[in-house]
């Protein structure tokens, strides 16, 4: 049985490396094949191998496809989006703090955009930016869960903060981009 390619493509080389850096440092010894592969699809901002596989099957290929109908992005939870997008108001503060996990983490890529990166912060220039972009009055869960889900690091005495660079998921990419769009307009 030949082996089947598949193809993987990055759209910021610098954040791609980072992620995986990240990720490598964090496993214990030499990672296997199927680890490393699934390492290399999360850096590249898929949720891990099998999903990058399932994107390059030729069934699903552009080629196959009839070009007259318009293919929505399978990827692209339109619900969802809609959901998390109820949660911001028009300056793009967080209104409310999501009941659903998959909303919440939305919500959190959404705020982890409008921190500045490459830039140390203390505790309190992140509580007072966090305190600006959300109208509920728990910024200390803001940065609790930014730093739980890898978006943030800190120092261990929690005096010193930093964005991690890592490629944004679709949804949350298309809330930023819709956003963008509407400011532009």
Not at 39 to 62: C, I, T, V, Y
Not at 91 to 101: A, I, K, Q, T, V
Not at 109 to 138: C, N
């Amino acid at each position: 049985m030949s082996r089947k390619l598949i193809p993987l493509e990055v759209s910021d080389a610098s954040a791609f490396a980072k992620s995986l850096r990240l990720q490598l440092s964090a496993h214990e010894g030499l990672p296997s094949h199927l680890q490393f592969l699934n390492m290399l699809a999360k850096a590249a901002g898929h949720g891990n191998f099998q999903s990058l596989r399932a994107k390059a099957d030729p069934a699903d290929s552009e080629a196959i496809r009839p070009t007259a109908v318009p293919v929505a992005d399978p990827e692209i939870d339109r619900k969802h989006i809609d959901r998390v997008q109820r949660s911001f108001d028009g300056e793009f503060r967080l209104m409310r703090w999501p009941s659903r996990r998959t909303d919440q983490i939305t919500a959190l890529w959404l705020l982890w955009s409008q921190l500045p990166s490459a830039m140390e912060m203390s505790e309190k220039e992140v509580s007072a930016l966090l305190r600006d972009r959300h109208l509920f009055g728990d910024h200390a869960l803001l940065r609790r869960e930014l730093c739980e889900l890898g978006l943030v690091s800190r120092t261990r005495d929690g005096s010193v903060y930093r964005r991690v660079e890592r490629p944004m998921p679709i949804d949350a990419a298309t809330i930023l981009r819709q956003h963008s769009e509407r400011r532009a307009n």
